[in-house]
């Protein structure tokens, strides 16, 4: 009886750990990949390659540009947290000064503003290495949004309209 109580703990046990591992193996990559944004993904790369019919030169230049803008969001984005911790902690502090509160909305939503004229500057760089054709199926696809793009077999403005 003891036997069987123990066998029956230890496979209880070993489901158990086969299960917390792969909860944590399925959060770290979904994380992993959920922070590589829009457009970093090799899947994403390979496929505006392809719907767009991207020359390796336009490739190149996209990625060193990607790489440049990747950078420049990283710094602002950790700026962006300095000024979203310190909001809280005003929020929560006993003594509210809602004049400091004020700022750092104020700093915060400059600081967006910086992300979005980055990631605007950028699509702009990359629309001066497309031809007509590669810009107007790039504009389909971005007025969809990155998560459609992704989701679709195909992101052409022609595959869209026959659908």
């Not at 502090?93 to 500057?121: S, W, Y």
């Not at 504009?139 to 990155?146: I, R, V, Y």
Request: no cysteine; aromatic share 4%.
């Amino acid at each position: 009886m003891k036997k069987k109580l123990m066998v029956a703990i230890l496979i209880l046990s070993l489901g158990l750990n086969i299960g917390i591992i792969v909860t944590f193996g399925h959060h770290w990559f979904m994380e992993r990949e959920f922070r590589k944004g829009p457009g970093e993904s090799r899947w994403l790369k390979d496929k505006m390659k392809k719907e767009l019919n991207l020359t390796d030169e336009q490739v190149k230049f996209m990625e060193q540009d990607r790489a440049a803008l990747r950078q420049e969001i990283k710094v602002i984005r950790e700026e962006l947290q300095k000024k979203r911790s310190e909001l809280f902690t005003q929020v929560n502090a006993e003594k509210v000064d809602n004049q400091k509160i004020d700022q750092l909305i104020n700093d915060i939503t400059q600081l967006q503003v910086k992300v979005e004229k980055g990631i605007i500057g950028h699509l702009l760089n990359m629309k001066t290495h497309l031809t007509p054709e590669q810009q107007k199926k790039l504009t389909a696809a971005m007025q969809k949004g990155p998560m459609k793009m992704r989701a679709e077999p195909g992101f052409a403005e022609e595959e869209h309209q026959s659908r």
